[in-house]
Nanobody, 124 residues
Framework: QVQLVESGGGLVQAGDSLRLSCAAS????????MGWFRQAPGKEGEFVAA????????YYTDSVKGRFTISRDNAESTVYLQMNSLKPEDTAVYYC?????????????????WGQGTQVTVSS
């Protein structure tokens, strides 16, 4: 069992930066692929970014490439999402998730555990 707790969301202006954190319980954090997803009001949830167990490979949806960076600290059981050059269309609830399978990183259905989400609001 893994419990995930996100933090770092807030209200910012377009062009600002935020760093989201997701702290995981348990001693098996390094055995999970970690991902970030988001859901905007009235829209379906979407994949944002993922990082493999060792942190050596990262994946991003096209709309955030070059602006967002996912990273992890296995010693601290924490995954981060650094978000730069934020846009109003980045407004959403952001969720971190943990997956055992080392494939299909963009597929929400493959993630076993989810956090409660943190709100990010970007004003224009």
């Amino acid at each position: 069992q893994v419990q995930l707790v996100e933090s770092g969301g807030g209200l910012v202006q377009a062009g600002d930066s935020l760093r989201l954190s997701c702290a995981a319980s348990g001693r098996t954090f390094s055995s999970y692929v970690m991902g970030w997803f988001r859901q905007a009001p009235g829209k379906e949830g979407e994949f944002v970014a993922a990082i493999r167990r060792s942190g050596g490979n990262t994946y991003y949806t096209d709309s955030v490439k070059g602006r967002f960076t996912i990273s992890r600290d296995n010693a601290e059981s924490t995954v981060y999402l650094q978000m730069n050059s934020l846009k109003p269309e980045d407004t959403a609830v952001y969720y971190c998730a943990a997956a055992k399978p080392d494939y299909g990183y963009t597929l929400a259905g493959l993630y076993d555990y989810w956090g409660q989400g943190t709100q990010v609001t970007v004003s224009s």
